[in-house]
């Protein structure tokens, strides 16, 4: 982990050694300067997260050192010295950006103080800029579909997202972009500026959902070493999408259930109560209600999350959209890997229309991008095709194929190997290995390696 670092710019020397020793003690890393020039030379050569600055330097003064760091990056958290006396400069020096000033002569303890809090600021500072970024990135997702069953599923989606309901629920086999409706939903919707933020319930230990979704504060549990804000409170005033909530396990169900009765909680290890406006988005592939026969899910949580459940149908049972949808990937993969592919074979078009999918759109996706990197010509054909879609048999022997003159990615084809391999087994990685006569550890490598894990 990147240590922090904090650079001291004082023009006496025992007082510089003395934070840089200190600073050191609490794990910095530090930088000394002992005059404005040197400072802006380390501002610019190092980025110092925080960087605690003398007012009175010789040559360049304190306040234009400040200045000039918050035109380089106003991210910089900047903290003052300053004499007894120097208040009305101090005050200035915030107008400006700084964060905070400390007076001369200081305790080191009240230093570490101011620093550490600077430092949690910095932390908020970063994730924000984080989920901004990912939401300027992100926008309505595309929903590819015109058959009637598609149509009403989005005239109701769009009513979820026009309205206020706080919980919505999709339902639906794996890899029927059951995210991609949350998505979608968010960003037609209200809430659209702030944040979407997903988490797979099935993919974090249930020793650390609770603290992953309410947060915690500092000394909660051993290795709590700062307080943290959760999910929750990071996505104030948007989306929290809960994925595979099916898998969640009993008790984290009851403190979910607390929370969506009045959005109010505490961190664990905190007293205070907390308040949020979140709308929660959960999905699952799994039948709750057999669920609930099995004591394996609350009853009452599943009725207050199904306030709107949204039903996403197998592919095969909107065939109308499939070649609409190899279309959209067709176009997606062209961009991605700079080809010129123009469409489908008549005979491959027959194929994928008359296949099952057992994968669903991800199936489909994996598919297509296969296609498109080992395809040669203007129309991806038959030969392009897995063997179980063309009714053949896929031996080892028979994935050779021949390179094409631009050449190709092998690990894009290994990847996609083992996408492949998961969707046809509902993502059951002892099944999948067998597929590829990979040994359960090797696989399981390769799907760290690629980041396939769920």
């Not at 960087?51 to 360049?60: E, S």
């Not at 909680?265 to 209600?289: C, E, Y």
């Not at 669920?291 to 599943?302: A, C, G, H, P, V």
């Not at 022997?397 to 969707?423: H, M, N, T, W």
Request: glycine share 8%; hydrophobic share 40%.
């Amino acid at each position: 982990m990147k240590k922090m670092r904090i650079l001291v710019v004082d023009d006496e020397h025992l007082i510089r050694w003395s934070l840089e020793q200190n600073f050191k003690k609490q794990g910095y890393d530090v930088l000394t300067a002992g005059c404005g020039e040197d400072a802006l030379r380390l501002v610019r050569e190092e980025q110092p997260d925080v960087v605690l600055l003398d007012i009175q330097l010789p040559g360049i003064s304190g306040m234009e050192v400040l200045e000039r760091i918050k035109e380089f990056d106003e991210e910089i958290i900047v903290i003052m010295v300053t004499a007894h006396g120097g208040l009305e400069t101090a005050v200035n020096a915030m107008r400006i950006g700084a964060y905070d000033y400390i007076h001369k002569p200081f305790n080191l303890d009240e230093v570490a103080v101011t620093i550490k809090k600077a430092l949690e600021t910095f932390d908020l500072r970063r994730e924000v800029a984080r989920l901004r970024s990912e939401h300027k990135k992100s926008g309505p997702p595309d929903i590819v579909g015109t058959g009637q069953l598609m149509r009403s599923i989005l005239d109701m989606m769009g009513k979820v997202a026009r309205s206020d309901a706080s919980t919505v629920l999709v339902l639906g086999e794996s890899g029927t972009g059951k995210e991609l409706v949350a998505k979608w939903i968010h960003y037609q919707s209200a809430r659209a500026e702030k944040p979407f933020i997903a988490i797979n319930c099935a993919a974090v230990p249930a020793t650390l959902l609770e603290s992953e979704l309410f947060g915690h504060e500092k000394g909660a549990f051993t290795d709590a070493k700062n307080a943290k804000k959760g999910l929750f409170e990071l996505a104030d005033g948007g989306t929290v999408f809960l994925d595979e909530i099916g898998d969640m396990e009993m008790g984290m169900q009851a403190k979910l259930l607390r929370f969506l009765e009045d959005r109010t909680f505490r961190r664990i290890g905190g007293g205070k109560v907390l308040s949020v406006d979140v709308r929660i988005i959960s999905a699952t592939n799994k039948d709750l209600i057999r669920s609930i026969e099995e004591k394996l899910f609350r009853n009452d949580l599943y009725y207050r999350l199904q306030v709107i459940p949204i039903f996403l149908p197998p592919l095969r049972e909107r065939r109308e959209d499939i070649l609409q949808i190899v279309q959209h990937f067709i176009e997606y993969f062209n961009r991605e890997f700079n080809k010129q592919v123009a469409g489908l074979s008549k005979e491959a078009e027959l194929l994928l229309l008359n296949y099952h999918w057992p994968g669903n759109i991800r199936e489909l996706k994996n598919v297509i991008e296969r296609a498109i990197i080992l395809g040669t010509g203007d129309f991806l054909a038959e030969d392009h095709l897995p063997g179980e879609i063309v009714g053949r048999p896929v031996p080892l022997a028979a994935c050779s194929f021949i390179l094409p003159p631009e050449g190709v990615d092998i690990d894009a084809v290994e990847k996609d190997l083992i996408r492949q391999a998961l969707d046809t087994t509902d993502w059951n990685q002892s099944k999948a290995a067998k597929k590829l006569n990979l040994g359960i550890d090797a696989f399981r490598y390769r799907m760290k390696k690629f980041d396939l894990i769920k």
